[in-house]
């Protein structure tokens, strides 16, 4: 079992940046993926982008190209950090870490990102 706990949210305005956090625990050793994603009012859950726990080495989705950087302490599956750059009021919403095997079985609760223009 693993339990991931996010932080790093809040409010800001718009052009500014946040980085996320997701620390995970419990049975570190079943992850093999760990991803982030978000849920925008209005919208399903999309993912942004997700990390290979054993390399680090990071993918990005469409909804992560060029304005989120994930990366992950080197040699561990935790903590896993989002950074978001040039914030806008589109990007309000709930952030959330998953963890894989590669499927997506563990979540976290998400933390509310909430963008002022």
């Known amino acids: 079992q693993v339990h991931l706990v996010e932080s790093g949210g809040g409010s800001v305005k718009a052009g500014g940046s946040l980085t996320l956090t997701c620390v995970a625990e419990?049975?570190?050793?079943?992850?093999?993926?760990v991803g982030w994603f978000r849920q925008l009012p209005g919208h399903e859950r999309e993912q942004i982008a997700r990390v290979w726990s054993r390399t680090g080495t990071p993918y990005y989705d469409d909804a992560g190209l060029s304005r989120f950087t994930i990366s992950q302490t080197e040699g561990a599956p935790t903590p896993v950090y989002l950074d978001i750059k040039n914030l806008r009021p589109e990007d309000t919403g709930v952030y959330y870490c998953?963890?894989?095997?590669?499927?997506?079985?563990?979540w976290g609760q998400g933390t509310q990102v909430t963008v002022s223009s």
């Open positions: 998953a963890a894989g095997t590669p499927i997506w079985t563990w």
């Open positions: 419990g049975d570190l050793d079943a992850i093999r993926q």
